[in-house]
């Protein structure tokens, strides 16, 4: 059984801070078992109604990962914007995984951990947005950012001004925006305009 | 898109939705001024803000939790499901989760099994399995699996069949070979159960051993009718290219059969009829004679390779005597053109009856079917009562399973290995009455010394699994902090006369529920309760259990409910180790022994407690020793089978001199023989091999109760006597360093040898005048300076310290030993030797090493030798 040491992890990760993308390669299957967890409690929560709070969630995984002595996140836009960046790493490794096991001809069965089944639908769904978004990312980088904390990071408006600082008007302004252009670009198909 | 450009977009967007809809328009024209194409963006941009209300709204760990995390629904036990109410899980697959139910309505049990949401969000997939499933229930058949109804409750679409008690034939295969006999009758009720199918119209598409059950009474069922076709997909989707999953793989996820069953025209995609039914049973019916595979290969393609164009082995050659007509027929059943295979279930039927019969006139009816079935199963349940009520004197605080638990289930695919390690965690008190605690300490120690006797599976000790008693339980960290792979959690409340307690196993790799269970009794019943629970883990833990076994844990120490009550609060006072702690612990033992005079257990936590208080010089070594003993032997008197008494026993003969060391070790090794997963047994060994001199056994002694107790201060500090005996000193070090880590230092004699030895003395001073401040009269700390001293070659201050340590002990001379040590390490061998001899002769010599380098300025006296004669150790 094979379980990082949050030494691991926290090295990696700063390697990738700065830039290192071969040390993202050896983070994602070292948090992904903590992912998968946290995946798990999501959807094990008492009722639908009751709101738990995503980024509490994302924060509580990396505690656990992360050696906080050794890393001192600058500030929680710092923590909140590498969390966000992972999680997205991640999933969308893992829809991308899935999409070509179905393309390539898959075992029609495909099971992962204990027979969980791909929605292919999920899958596909996660890569057009985020094909999307690195399309918007080339010439507005801000409302990249923002997409990214919101919907990778779990943060509502109110976190994503803390982190940003930005005013809340402006917050919500650019996630309408980034929201109707990344729906434009998916349900259009394209993403390259003039 | 160029950056500027999209400013531009944006800014019109931001203002565009900053006007009310209706006035949009003109603010646009206005706006962009002719530029058509800019216009247009910023309308189709606005058309997708309206559309985009909700998008991407709910966070993605929602979606991730799709993704990543199971996506088949879950209930839980105790759930309510319209009319059905949840008891238990019986398994997952690839399927869907299957769920053992009570139908509240006819007061019957079921089977339960949630359709995994990924079908039921395709509403054409729905509506087929619910046409299938239709036509399937229409299937009167007894070897057909009875379909009761297909519900929905909100989203969650299940299925409710009837409950087999049994297992499925894929796990029978696995356990033993198959009798030709069996296994013809096996065929004889698919082939039943087909016919009847086919008749209706049906075919079933997915025949295999995972899917045929074998009940207990010799019935056999078919599953799945129906549900087959909503399984699989087309055939063309199959990868050729990837490997079969190996059967016995990770202990992750759905079982891939190592053998595809399907036939030719399946693997072709061409369409399939009943002919291809009979295909697979072929293929089933060859695995079941002969124990392999008809076509076998290292990846699907392989396999379907040879299943289009390889003939399978002869049955002649991996089985003698096999008869004729069923070559003729196996080999029938498995033609690769469907036309001359059998074109009916029917035809197969009469040969597979015809060839039944003649077997069973050549062998003279043995081999009959239920008779086989049953001895593959294990102890019916009235066998083990009866073991249970000739049980007359108490044993070991095991708990056993009423073998209903055993012999319930399998309704799911069996994913692999055993699993060898657990940890049962001290229960939660969910009530509100503090009084419950005790059982909620009690009850997981019960279970966790039930299953310590079972010899394949690492039990972990108490000590290290009450450290995380009252925190929030991550199994994961659990997992890797004791190295199990699974950990038993639970919640005890009351509710008047009931108790309610509600359990979960859970795998540590992913913090995966095993097993979840609510059991809700009277008080009274609580030992019943524990039995249950430990057979149910141990089942769910796949391990497979001897009947001796089965039987050790069906034996209950006591009936007495305060007696217990008694028993567990004296353990957990024993296992604080201060003086007043060790006397209350005496105390309730002492009662629990008056509520049941027949309880072994008691009498070993007498035992235990009074050597520790002898050991550490709470009360004269002597009597501590006396009292242990005989308490110990007691113990064994009511019964031989109780581990700790055989442990406490051992202790006697081997801490205290004289020394009776091949007595000693005997207790021990006996006492690890019953209770493989006993730390402290193990831990005493070591302690033991240690003073004979036997350093390698020591540690692999020791290194044993590590595993078994990875948190335990003890144990950890037990580990450096090897390398310390052994004088390699800095490893000797490094190791105590580590121990400390778990626990508080200066508990040894053997920790001031080490840092005398690697020189550390004025910081190892410092440190133990600061512990003094905490620990004001522990005796140890105040002879740890004095050995510093003595190493100093402070003369004058050590010779103060003896005279303290003299004072302190009186007349008992219970420090004997340690003043001997403090005049060996100022040379004076003389008084060294004397004190020992004092010490010898008022008993007080426990824990004597002679190989310690304390030792080594009087190893060569005549003196010694002769102490050593005197106290039991060979030299």
Redesign the interface.
Known sequence: ?M?PSSQEVTELLLAWRDGNEAALEKLLPLVY?E??????R???RESPGHTLQ?SA??NEAFIRLIDQQQVHWQNRAHFFGIAAQL??R??LD??RG?AR?KR??????V?????????EQ??A??IA?DDALN?LA???SRKRRI?EL?????LSNEEVVEVMGMSLRTVE?EW??A??????AI??GET??? | ???E??QQI?QL??VA?DHPPAERDAFLTKACAGDE?LRR?VE??????E??QS??EA??????????????A?LRTGQQLGHYQILSKLG???MGEVYLAQDTRLGRKVALKIL???FT?DAERLRRFEQEARAASALNHPNILTIHEIGQVDATHYIVTEFIDGQPLRQRMNDVRLRLSEALDVAVQVASALAAAHEAGIVHRDIKPENIMLRRDGYVKVLDFGLAKL???PP?????H?PI?AKVTTG???V?GTAPYMSPEQARGQSVDARSDIFSLGIVLYEMITGRAPFEGES?SDVIAALLAKEPLPLAECLAEVPRELEQLVAKTLCKDREKRYQSVNDLLVNLKAVNQDLEARTNGRGVISGEVAAVHRTSAEYLLNEIQHHKRAVFLALAILVIASVTLVYFEWPGKAIDSVAVLPFVNASADPNLEYLADGIPESISNSLSQLPHLKVMSRNSVFSFKGRNINA?EI??KLGV?AVLTGTVTQQGENLMISLELVD?????ELWGQQYNRRLADVFAVQEEIAKEVSDKLRLKLTGAETQQLAKRPTENLKAFQYYVQGRAYAHRRTREDLLRAISYCEQAIKEDPNFALAYTGLSDAYSNLGVRGYIEPREGRRKSEEAARQALALDEGVAEAHAALGLVYTHYAPFNFSLGDRELRRAIELSPSLAMAHQYLATSLARQGRLEESLEETLKARELDPLSPIIARTVVLPYYLKRDYARALELLRQADQLGPPFTTLLEFGVYVKNGTLDETLGRLEKAKLERKDDPLLIYGIGIIYAAQGKRAEALQIIKQLEQMSGSSLIQAQWIARIYAGLNDREQALTWLERGLDAGANAGFVKDEPVWDPIRNDPRFTNLLVRMGIAT
């Open positions: 059984m379980t078992d992912l998968h967890r946290l995946a798990a999501y959807m094990r995503t969630l994302v999680m997205r991640i999933l893992h829809a899935q096991a390539g001809g898959g075992l029609h069965r099971s992962f951990d204990e027979g969980a089944i791909v929605s999920c899958a769904e996660l947005l399309a080339a010439f507005d997409v919101r919907f990778f990071g779990g302004r309408r925006k929201k109707a252009w990344l729906h434009h349900s259009e390259d305009e003039a | 898109m160029r950056p450009r999209w944006d967007l931001e939705l194409t963006k189709s941009l606005l058309r997708s803000d559309a985009a998008f991407i966070p993605a760990v929602g979606l991730a939790a799709e993704v990543i995390a199971e996506r088949q879950r997952a697959g690839g995994p949401t990924r969000q399984s699989e997909a063309e989707i199959i990868d050729m990837a999953a992750f996820g759905a891939m699907s994961k997992g890797q792979r540590t790799r992913d913090n995966s």
